[in-house]
């Protein structure tokens, strides 16, 4: 099996569906211009039906970015699938994207149909797209929460109409790890052609499960994640990109690679939260303002002494700057003499305890320590010393 790891960005369809995040034309396609500089392999630019903004979306996306498929979503629907295909008449590489709810709960309660009506669609839907192009995405939609034969017929049966992607996604953020793993593995050990498709996941954050399902899927046997720029997407978020691809990397015993460029996460990061008026949380693994902060006097010491003490990820690998030590009342000496020395004030063991009895008077009386802060004290005390007048 092959150890590279196809990532799927979905952040200008699924992330864009967060309230008040959408993006006009222009916008999208710069997100898609820098989502190509990072190296994702396909980009989902929008659901060509849904309205004329969208499918203008993907044709612009499809003529201004060169590298990554583009991928259009569509319902298992004719005139979906048609519209999908006219979205993509520019694409260098286009994939249509389309499926339908193979649970019992969708096919009962939304379609209000059959297991065999299903099947039926979901082929008669591939066989419509691979008459418009070679690359035909299947999404299994709420497989989380399928019934495992049904699973695995309704993937024999499109993948012999021509799917060359068959997506499992956990629409509802439903699975546990394990219970998603195994899912993936039944999938390979049930269905006789799974050999002439890649397997994707697409997870979803409802539990606060998604990165780890999404890799749990991997690591039994599926090549393609579909995540987004800082885990935005539906109700509590999709898989996070930054987060399953640095992992990937930290952990070399799983031997998959993705093409990502990662020192590029950073800046994407801001450009996506800003044009999507979407915070990123400070303590959000990779990318968040604290994801390299630390302001526990033990942790300090340790990362001051080595980095790699307290820190998995070299901050440069993911575009951040460098490590940040924040002075607060938890901080210790090693802080403060590291924090005062980048000012230029070097101290000698006196000056330290000195300085470091009213750093702690003030870190108990405001909640951030500033530069000023800083300057202040090193003052008080050499005046004290008479080292020299106050600044």
Do not use: W
Not at 252 to 268: A, G, M, S, V, Y
């Amino acid at each position: 099996m092959s150890d590279k790891v196809y990532i799927f960005d979905t952040t200008l369809r699924d992330g864009e569906q967060v309230p008040g995040c959408q993006l006009n034309t222009s916008e999208k396609v710069v997100i898609a211009k820098e989502l190509e500089r990072l190296g994702v392999d396909v980009i989902e630019a929008g659901f060509a039906i849904s309205s004329p903004a969208d499918f203008q979306s993907i044709q612009e996306i499809s003529k201004n970015v060169s590298e990554p498929v583009i991928c259009a979503l569509s319902r298992a629907v004719k005139l979906d699938i048609e519209t999908a295909a006219a979205s993509l008449q520019y694409a260098k590489r286009g994939r249509i994207h389309t499926g339908i709810g193979v649970s019992d709960f969708h096919i009962e309660h939304k379609f209000r149909s059959t297991h065999d009506k299903i099947l039926e669609q979901g082929v008669a839907a591939v066989k419509l797209a691979k008459s418009y192009v070679e690359d035909v995405e299947f999404f299994c939609e709420d497989a989380g929460r399928a019934n495992l034969p049904f699973l695995a017929r309704i993937v024999t049966e499109v993948i012999k109409a021509g799917a060359t992607v068959i997506n499992v996604p956990d629409t509802t953020g439903y699975c546990l790890p394990d219970d998603y793993g195994a899912k993936i593995r039944y999938l390979f050990e049930n269905v006789p052609n799974i050999d002439k498709a890649i397997v994707s996941v697409h997870c979803h954050n409802d539990l606060g499960l998604a990165t780890a399902n999404s890799i749990s899927g991997l690591r039994n046997g599926a090549r393609q994640v579909e995540c987004t720029i800082n885990g935005i997407g539906e109700r509590a978020g999709n898989t996070s990109m930054e987060e399953v691809v640095m992992i990937l990397k930290t952990h070399t015993d799983l031997k998959l690679q993705t093409n990502i460029r990662t020192e590029r996460f950073c800046p994407i990061s801001k450009l996506v939260s800003r044009m999507m008026n979407m915070p990123v949380q400070p303590n959000k693994a990779i990318v968040g303002a604290n994801a390299f902060a630390h302001s526990s006097g033990i942790h300090q010491d340790g990362v001051l002494k080595k980095r790699e003490n307290y820190e998995i990820i070299d901050p440069k690998d993911v575009g951040a700057s460098e490590s940040k030590i924040i002075l607060t009342a938890r901080s210790g000496r090693a802080a403060l003499s590291h924090c005062m020395s980048k000012l230029g004030f070097d101290l000698e063991k006196n000056e330290l305890e000195m300085a470091y009895k009213r750093f702690l008077e003030v870190a108990d009386s405001v909640k951030n320590i500033e530069e000023s802060h800083l300057i202040d004290i090193i003052s008080e005390v050499r005046v004290a010393q008479g080292s020299f007048q106050k600044v």
